[in-house]
């Protein structure tokens, strides 16, 4: 199988980082997180970088992160849920590898969701009041994005894998 890139999009909370170590195994790629690449240039997490340079600021962050890791060849890249806010990205993605949209339903992101600190577009307020303003905000690009679209229904991470190199395969 020859080398290629596969970019993970989706909502927070919806497995992509899991996901996307089990996948690049399965695939013999690498794997990169492109909010942990953020975080370690940065020296800070991203609940900071929201705090301190605001999410503009931010989302220029992932701009640069992800124009340079899309570059490389052979690498599952888990991307932060709001990748697809910005055309430039969503074009790179689209041109630089396969695009594999994980849908997850939408009680499991709230389950996961709900309570973690590491989410800053849910501090202080309702997980799920905001997660459904974020779908309604980001599904549509999700969707459009993709080349694949898999729904997780609470499958296993292993599982979901699978299924995505299986869809690769096809």
């Known amino acids: 199988m020859p080398k290629r890139n596969v970019f993970l999009i989706g909502m927070m909370a919806s497995g992509k980082s899991t996901v996307g170590r089990h996948l690049a195994r399965a695939l013999s790629l690498d794997f990169v997180d492109s909010d942990s690449v953020i975080e370690d240039r940065a020296g800070a997490d991203i609940p900071w970088i929201f705090d301190i340079e605001g999410e503009e600021k931010f989302r220029d962050r992932e701009e640069r992160v992800i124009d340079e890791l899309t570059q490389r060849n ?35 992101l709230v389950a996961r969701a709900q309570g ?39 499958r296993p991470p292993r599982g979901i894998a699978q299924r995505i190199v299986a869809e690769l395969e096809a």
């Open 74 to 108: 052979g690498v599952v890249i888990a991307t932060g849920g709001g990748v697809v806010l910005r055309e430039v990205n969503r074009r790179r993605l689209s041109e630089r590898g396969t695009v594999v949209y994980l849908n997850a339903p939408f009680e499991s």
């Open 116 to 154: 973690n600190t590491r989410r800053p577009l849910l501090a202080g307020e309702n997980a799920r009041d905001k997660l459904v303003e974020l779908m309604d905000q980001r599904g549509d690009l999700y969707a459009q994005t993709a080349d694949i679209e898999i729904h997780t229904d609470d």
